[in-house]
Nanobody, 119 residues
């Protein structure tokens, strides 16, 4: 059974940094496209960053130049390094893994971790 376990959220002042981590269990991590989404109350979940296996990373315009997604196949972990954080980055951040089984995509989600940017 695939499980994604996140860590690293918290409270940070504007201009600060945080690093989120997501460990994948029970799957072939190297085959998965790994993404980070975020969601605020009353809003739809939005894609923040994507890291396909062996492909180019992609970022939402709002975070380009400030956030970096990376993946470490050796320990089945995807990271989101967040720098120069702004109050509008406050959200629950979710790790997502997408796996193609030859017929369809399967979606897996972490439990979410709260990031609050406030002075």
């Amino acid at each position: 059974q695939v499980q994604l376990v996140e860590s690293g959220g918290g409270l940070v002042q504007p201009g600060g940094s945080l690093r989120l981590s997501c460990v994948a269990f029970g799957t072939i991590f190297s085959d998965m496209t790994m993404n980070w989404y975020r969601q605020t109350p009353g809003q739809q979940r939005e894609l923040v960053a994507a890291a396909p296996p062996g492909g180019d990373t992609e970022y939402a315009d709002a975070v380009k130049g400030r956030f970096t997604i990376s993946r470490n196949t050796a320990d089945n972990t995807v990271y989101l390094q967040m720098n120069v954080l702004k109050p509008e980055d406050t959200a629950v951040y979710y790790c997502n893994g997408k796996l193609w089984n030859g017929i369809s995509w399967s979606d897996y989600w972490g439990q979410g971790t709260q990031v609050t940017v406030s002075s």
